[in-house]
Structure formats: C-alpha cells, structure tokens
C-alpha cells in the first residue's frame, strides 16, 4: 500500500513543487496551484487530471479511481485509493497533474531535462 508520505515524497521531486494544506487537508501545489490533495484520514489522494485521462481511469479500473459528481468532479479531479493503485501509475498520473498546473517554461524545461515529450 502506498502511504500519504509516500504521494507527498514523490510529488515534492517535481520541479517547484511544494506542500501546503487548505480546508484541513494537505495538498500539493506548483506555483501556488494545487495539482494533488490528500483527503485527511480517506486512504486516498485527489489528481487534477485531464476529463480525458479521467474517463479513461474511470472506465478502466471503478474500483481504484472516481470522481465526484460535482463541479470538481466536472473539472478533472479524480481520486485514487492508496490501498489499490499502482505505484508506477501513481506516479506518472501525480507528474501528469503537475504538467497540467505548471507554467508552460517549467514543463519545457523539466521536459528537455528528462527527455519527455506531452502525450
């Protein structure tokens, strides 16, 4: 099982990446934005994903990934559960999110680093 410390850890190795809190919950940001949120206390972490990426996850795997039925929901975020979801996926989906909520030049730069290219 992946724990909160283990989301906050991989996380805070992207670029300006930082943690914060808002509402009681702790979460993630780059440039002030929130790309990730952990829930205090649900064994899961919430991704500001794409509507696209989201209805791919949702479809693919209900019982790791959901949304809610709402205006967040609407706005990509989706949750994962921390007791099912793959580590390796976990990963590419939190440095997805912080792609979609950083600057462009930090992307350009973190993608010529890492030789990465956006899907």
Request: a neutral charge.
């Given at each position: 099982?992946?724990?909160?410390?283990?989301?906050?850890?991989?996380?805070?190795?992207?670029?300006?990446?930082?943690?914060?809190?808002?509402?009681?919950?702790?979460?993630?940001?780059?440039?002030?934005?929130?790309?990730?949120?952990?829930?205090?206390?649900?064994?899961?972490?919430?991704?500001?994903?794409?509507p696209q990426d989201q209805a791919e996850l949702l479809a693919e795997d209900p019982a790791?990934?959901?949304?809610?039925?709402?205006?967040?929901?609407?706005?990509?975020?989706?949750?994962a559960r921390l007791d099912r979801v793959d580590p390796v996926q976990l990963g590419e989906l939190l440095t997805e999110a912080w792609r979609l909520r950083a600057p462009r030049r930090l992307v350009t730069a973190f993608d010529a680093r890492h030789g990465d290219t956006p899907d």
């Open positions: 099982m992946i724990s909160e410390d283990d989301v906050r850890q991989r996380a805070l190795t992207l670029p300006e990446a930082h943690a914060s809190a808002h509402f009681d919950n702790a979460d993630l940001r780059v440039r002030n934005k929130i790309f990730a949120s952990l829930p205090a206390g649900a064994g899961t972490v919430m991704l500001r994903l794409s790791t990934f959901s949304a809610p039925d709402n205006h967040w929901g609407r706005q990509g975020w989706t949750s």
